[in-house]
């Protein structure tokens, strides 16, 4: 019997303390979450027109009591919130697979040419295809969307791979190399957009300003495509940074594990960019900065890793809301009068947040 008790009581131990771990591991998880929560909540009730909690919850329970510039109010912003924090969810969940499928630190949508792709393929479409509107609600730009993340994802890997060795650098420079033969693509594009040239370059920029409830219900529509394809990718992903011979080697093949984790990312990517047009940076921070919080287990990272992307673009939008050119142009007395009324995209933002942090992380893996 003590025997038995001393045998047993350690294994209970272990099993206790693993509990623990657990609980622990999903921490970050749910403060994460909850950052996100409290983000969105400031983001609603800060703006031209101030709401308070009161205001917005009377707004969205009983419209008849309320005013009708306070339900606009809650509504766009709800919506346009709503928005930031499932776009910088995909990006940041797309991020993280494209790292563990090339087993590279600075592979993102946007270094590897998939974000470039999706937009090229949207602009060709609405220029030289059948006239949609950006921000109509439709099946067909979020599938030329997917179709040319996943060209341009196939093209730097079929590209780098003619090297021989899979090297991060070269990955990058190839990547770079065909989202700008992309960018030139839809350059052209807009050459003969005419009318359209306008809208386009604004949707180019990754704006969050036509932001609508059909909108949210088309990304929406696209993360219940992703999801079930989300929940093969992830565990096929997490062999894949083991390598091509450990993942051979423990009964997964190969191709078809890259083939999944790549679509994947595409299809997310895509259903990001065609509801907000170009948002840069965001699959390539996320990760980063989660990784030594979550560690490199893609089944929280992924997840964490998304949560992140929402919280960048939420803030980076309550930025580019806030902060106005014209405010700006009073500050350093320039004499630029042309932009002063309108707010700056939100991938303006998001862009000279990342450059700088994109160079950080290119020295690191150089070193």
Request: charged fraction near 10%; charge should be positive; include cysteine.
């Amino acid at each position: 019997s003590s025997t038995q008790k001393q045998v047993t009581s350690p294994v209970r131990r272990t099993g206790v303390a693993r509990r623990w771990r657990r609980w622990f591991a999903a921490m970050p998880l749910l403060l994460l979450a909850c950052l996100g929560l409290i983000l969105l909540s400031a983001i609603i009730g800060v703006g031209s027109v101030t709401l308070t909690p009161s205001q917005i919850w009377l707004a969205l329970t009983d419209p008849e009591a309320a005013s009708r510039l306070e339900i606009i109010a809650t509504n766009a912003r709800l919506s346009r919130a709503t928005m930031a924090l499932g776009v910088g969810i995909a990006l940041g969940m797309a991020g993280a697979l494209l790292q563990a499928r090339y087993r590279n630190p600075l592979a993102s949508p946007s270094i590897t040419g998939v974000t470039q792709g999706a937009v090229a393929a949207t602009v060709a479409w609405q220029v030289f295809g059948p006239a949609v509107d950006p921000s109509q609600v439709t099946w067909v730009l979020p599938a030329v969307a997917s179709a040319g993340a996943l060209f341009a994802a196939l093209s730097t890997w079929f590209f780098t791979r003619l090297g021989g060795k899979v090297d991060p650098i070269r990955l990058i420079l190839i990547g770079v190399l065909v989202g700008g033969v992309l960018s030139s693509i839809t350059t052209v594009a807009l050459l003969f957009a005419g009318e359209q040239t306008q809208s386009l370059v604004g949707w180019l920029s990754g704006s969050l300003a036509a932001a609508t409830w059909e909108r949210v219900g088309l990304l929406a529509g696209g993360y219940l495509i992703s999801l079930p394809l989300l929940a093969m990718a992830i565990p096929r992903a997490k062999l894949l940074q083991l390598g091509d011979d450990a993942t051979a080697g423990l009964g997964q093949s190969v191709a078809p594990a890259r083939a999944v984790v790549l679509f994947c990312a595409c299809l997310l990517t895509a259903v990001a960019v065609c509801t907000v047009g170009g948002v840069a940076f965001v699959g390539l921070i996320a990760p980063h900065l989660l990784r030594w919080l979550v560690g490199s287990d893609l089944r929280r990272l992924v997840p964490a890793a998304g949560l992140a992307g929402g919280a960048r673009v939420l803030i980076a939008d309550f930025v580019s809301r806030n902060l106005l050119p014209s405010r700006i142009v009073e500050l350093l007395n320039l004499p630029l009068t042309a932009y002063a009324g309108n707010t700056l995209p939100v991938g303006v933002y998001l862009a000279l947040l990342g450059g700088p942090f994109f160079l950080i992380v290119l020295r690191r893996t150089r070193g």
